[in-house]
């Protein structure tokens, strides 16, 4: 659990990106997870519900590289289940 500390919320947003995934209304998604002292947890009911905030993600090559996605995922220590509803969620357009 020790390296978890060294691990931000801007590498792992960074990891999303470089794996193909745009942000909508990124400034205000890294605003809210600055502010959260759980950043995993915070980002987590974003993902799901920032739509009223205009925050959202979306493939944005038409070519998301999910297995990218997966690890970032894996090495932020989400649980399983929030990387495959993300997933979902990318491939239906949200």
Do not use: Y
């Not at 600055?34 to 739509?51: I, V, Y």
């Amino acid at each position: 659990m020790g390296s978890l500390s060294n691990e931000s919320f801007d590498q792992f947003l960074d990891s999303l990106k470089q794996a193909g995934v745009e942000i909508s209304n990124e400034s205000e998604l890294r605003e809210r997870l600055a502010e959260a002292q759980r950043w995993r947890f915070a980002f987590a009911t974003l993902a799901a519900n920032g739509r009223p905030l205009g925050i959202s993600f979306h493939d944005a090559t038409r070519g998301v590289n999910e297995a990218d996605i997966h690890r970032a995922f894996a090495r932020f220590q989400f649980p399983e289940s929030l990387q495959n509803s993300f997933a979902v969620s990318l491939r239906a357009g949200h």
